[in-house]
């Protein structure tokens, strides 16, 4: 059932980018580039563009379920879409646990129990059984209830934004200063770190299938969400730099900020939108992440069972239910740092498989895409390149999960190419 129109699309896609990121980052980019950060956020916002731009080609060839790992399928083949189907799916649990772990840390700040192990279990288990009982009775539901909480975390963000330009402009802006930095590294440092805060749109993708018109919503939904996540990370990061005093050691810098600005009760109004942008990022991969391993079953690239679909609600309840159990195991036996390290080093593989894809794809079906990027091919070397720089900040554990994983879904293939070779002996025997 085709239930997503293209403003739900790009609700989803911004579902999915903003999280817990932009309530933490402001004062680390503000430490490494000072006044000059905003700066910062727009050249890490123009690199991930690049991305999405060879994505919304890339996605406009298709109208099943599976993003990246379909488009790794069928430009490299069976093995490349296995061990990007595994790597995605790596990538879209650990981050929705990481959120997960989030939304426990703030909500310890109004209820302290939070963090302790029975309300932690609690917690985690109401919060994703929520979300997946109503992601089971169908994606409808689900994509409003995507679209309430894309809504309701950027309210607090526009809040912000809107008072601290009142603020400044009344003249109680700061006159903090910092030394500007010298070499590149820093800058380096500062754009990577914002690239992986736009991550993330790589899984709304996954769900094209129930798109009312995925080969054209595709891009619509990317850059609408690019443009409005680019435009709230700066005039955020903008505010931060000239409402705070030091924002380069705040911990919380957008509660500290709303503080200045609007008193306690500003502190706290951010504290809720925290808790609302982590439970929003967890509906919105609620959606897409069970098609990746539904459309893994699907081409029998996995057991059948994973693209089994309700009769009722004609969802993909065994995914779902998969998803929400793992989602569940990671968060409750992972911390916050651990889930997101382990995202973002998969995360790196994905997006260079999908951006590669776009010159094949050229040549295997010419003609056929909705969206044709101007010097696509050009762009794709691009955003390789980018890949590559981001990969080599990996650390030695990181890249050995990495290498297992990769192995697992070797192994993965192996046996799924066995079996369709055993297949046809089967079939002989009466």
Request: hydrophobic fraction near 55%; charge should be positive.
């Amino acid at each position: 059932m085709r239930a997503i129109g293209r403003w739900s699309l790009a609700a989803l896609v911004v579902n999915s980018i903003i999280g817990s990121g932009v309530f933490g980052l402001p004062s680390q980019v503000v430490a490494l580039v000072g006044r000059r950060s905003p700066l910062a956020v727009v050249i890490a916002g123009a690199a991930v563009g690049v991305v999405m731009a060879c994505y919304a080609e890339v996605a406009s060839y298709f109208t099943e379920s599976g993003g990246p790992y379909l488009y790794a399928r069928t430009a490299f083949g069976r093995l490349m879409g296995i061990e990007t189907g595994w790597m995605l799916w790596l990538v879209r649990l650990t981050a929705p646990a990481a959120n997960a772990n989030l939304f426990v840390i703030y909500l310890g700040e109004f209820w302290p129990r939070a963090t302790q192990p029975v309300p932690r279990l609690i917690i985690l288990t109401v919060l994703i059984g929520i979300l997946a009982a109503v992601n089971y009775r169908g994606v409808k539901p689900g994509a409003q209830v995507s679209n309430v909480f894309t809504v309701a975390k950027l309210v607090p963000l526009l809040v912000v934004i809107l008072a601290g330009v009142v603020y400044v402009a009344s003249g109680h802006g700061t006159t903090f200063t910092m030394s500007a930095p010298t070499g590149l590294k820093l800058w380096l440092q500062a754009v990577l770190l914002l690239i992986f805060a736009y991550g993330g749109f790589e899984g709304s993708l996954i769900v094209m299938a129930e798109a009312k018109n995925p080969r054209r919503d595709a891009a619509f939904g990317l850059f609408t969400a690019l443009i409005t996540c680019t435009v709230v990370y700066t005039l955020i990061q903008w505010v931060v730099l000239h409402v705070l005093p030091d924002p380069a050691h705040s911990v919380r810098p957008l509660a500290d900020a709303a503080r200045l600005v609007m008193g306690r009760a500003g502190a706290g109004f951010i504290a809720v939108g925290a808790l609302l942008s982590t439970y929003g990022y967890l509906s919105a991969n609620m959606i897409t992440v069970p098609r990746i391993t539904y459309a893994l079953g699907e081409k029998r690239d996995f057991p059948r069972i994973f693209a089994a679909v309700h009769p009722r609600f004609h969802t993909p309840h065994f995914s779902i239910l998969t998803f929400a159990a793992l989602t569940w195991a990671f968060a409750l036996l992972g911390s916050f740092s651990w889930n997101v390290t382990l995202s973002a080093v998969a995360r790196l593989f994905v997006y260079g498989v999908s951006c590669a894809a776009l010159p094949v794809l050229r040549k295997q079906r010419p003609g056929e895409a909705w969206f044709r990027l101007p010097a696509g091919n050009a762009f794709a070397v691009i955003a390789l390149l980018i890949c590559l720089g981001l990969s080599s900040r990996v650390d030695l554990s990181g890249s050995l999960i990495l290498l297992a994983t990769l192995a697992i879904a070797f192994v993965n293939w192996l046996r799924v190419r066995r079996n369709k070779q055993e297949k046809p002996v089967e079939q002989a025997v009466p």
